[in-house]
């Protein structure tokens, strides 16, 4: 491989090879200081420790760390090649899996500057006449800058190989490998993240968005994006399920709010988006999306226009298969509350979110205290029993009149 700068004087090269040979043996503390500075670089938990980019990482830097030593000893002045290793086409591949690319690796340019101010502060102790450190620091940054960008060049080759892998996967494929997974298939879970360009691993939250008719479906990928930036995720996984519904997975573990996926979705009239719960690795990638499923069911069951509704929210409602048996449910709990107005049923479960905090709700509904004293107690005359006595259900019920387009229907006679 040609130099890319002029060799220095034979003192100046014995200076970095003795430079090399003081650090060789403190490589473990330099690395560790290399990890340390790298984690407080990116805060992304995907290179938090003991996660296997972190594991990788460590590997990598590692190898890299000593490599550069080892050549700075055995041809001191000259371009060192960065090690093509296994460990860093498995960690090309994982940063394709969860979305990143060559150009999320703050950590290795902040390695770059832990291990030049080693050497720059052992340069000082040693080169003792000024043309001489010159030469020593001139090689020296030329050196660990240069193997600095080969080894990120290898990096970004072997990203954009696996995306090319990756890319050459069909659709068919993919909804093959997800209908195994989530049939719970014995499938080799690197070859399924390979098939599906997804980790398996770690946390995720899935969703099922659909449309009434092929008219009005959304367009699933911006969709996609959207909830990627709700949830933070730096990637996503979509699968089309038929031309009015697509599944899509999220490797995060937090779950926004309503309101929050509202403002950032803004679902067209006649889409609807169910999210799952939070859950972890392969059975929470199969639980997440029944739940977004059980969700849809039910939405579907009762023929609810509501836009997004969330699995944790509706649970109760899901463990009731029957619609007649929850809407008796609904007239037990509720009595003459089901078929109150609007205000009167936001009132409640508002009170009931609040834990019975009456001044907290009349502050969020901007409505005056006493107005929200008479309105709990014309609710508390409509309920069959005292709302402290069973608040859950009867969130729970309101709920679910929430999600009728009109209402439960009376059970009752006459």
């Not at 503390?29 to 984690?39: A, D, F, H």
């Not at 002045?77 to 860093?88: K, S």
């Not at 697509?246 to 509202?262: C, D, F, G, K, N």
């Amino acid at each position: 491989m040609n130099e890319l700068w002029p060799i220095p004087s034979a003192e100046a090269l014995e200076i970095v090879r003795q430079v090399a040979i003081e650090l060789r043996p403190q490589a473990d503390k330099l690395i560790e200081e290399v990890v340390t500075s790298g984690r407080q670089t990116t805060q992304d938990p995907a290179w938090a420790e003991g996660t296997a980019l972190a594991d990788l990482d460590l590997e990598i830097t590692r190898t890299n760390i000593e490599r550069w030593l080892t050549g700075n000893i055995e041809t001191p002045g000259r371009r060192i090649t960065p090690p093509r290793t296994e460990a860093l086409s498995k960690y090309a591949s994982d940063l394709v899996l969860r979305g990143f690319t060559a150009d999320d690796i703050g950590p290795w340019r902040s390695a770059q500057s832990v291990v030049w101010s080693w050497w720059l502060r052992a340069c000082l102790k040693r080169a003792t006449h000024q043309d001489v450190l010159q030469e020593v620091i001139e090689v020296s940054a030329a050196s660990i800058t240069t193997f600095t960008d080969d080894a990120m060049a290898a990096l970004s080759a072997s990203v954009q190989a696996s995306q090319s892998d990756l890319a050459a996967r069909t659709p068919l494929q993919r909804q093959a490998t997800v209908q195994l997974l989530l049939d719970g298939a014995p499938l080799e879970r690197k070859r399924a993240e390979a098939e599906l360009s997804y980790a398996l691993t770690g946390d995720h939250i899935a969703g099922v968005v659909w449309a009434e008719s092929v008219e009005s479906a959304p367009s699933f990928e911006l969709v996609g994006e959207q909830l990627m930036r709700v949830v933070g995720a730096h990637h996503r996984l979509t699968l089309l399920a038929g031309l009015t519904t697509a599944w899509i997975w999220l490797p995060t573990s937090h779950l926004p709010t309503v309101e929050s996926l509202r403002e950032a979705v803004s679902p067209a009239p006649g889409t609807h988006l169910a999210l799952g719960n939070p859950a972890k690795d392969l059975l929470g990638f199969r639980r997440s999306h029944m739940d977004a499923m059980a969700v849809k069911r039910l939405l579907l069951r009762l023929g609810s226009s509501a836009d997004i509704v969330r699995f944790q929210d509706v649970r109760l409602l899901t463990m009731l298969s029957e619609e007649e048996e929850t809407r008796r449910f609904v007239e037990d709990t509720l009595g003459d509350l089901a078929h109150a107005s609007q205000d009167l049923r936001v009132v409640v479960r508002t009170f009931i979110r609040e834990q019975f905090n009456a001044s907290r709700t009349a502050e969020l509904l901007f409505a005056h205290r006493n107005t929200i004293d008479r309105r709990l107690a014309r609710a508390a005359a409509l309920l069959p029993r005292p709302l402290t006595e069973n608040a859950s259900e009867v969130d729970i019920a309101l709920l679910f009149v929430e999600l009728t387009k009109d209402g439960p229907r009376s059970t009752k006679a006459g």
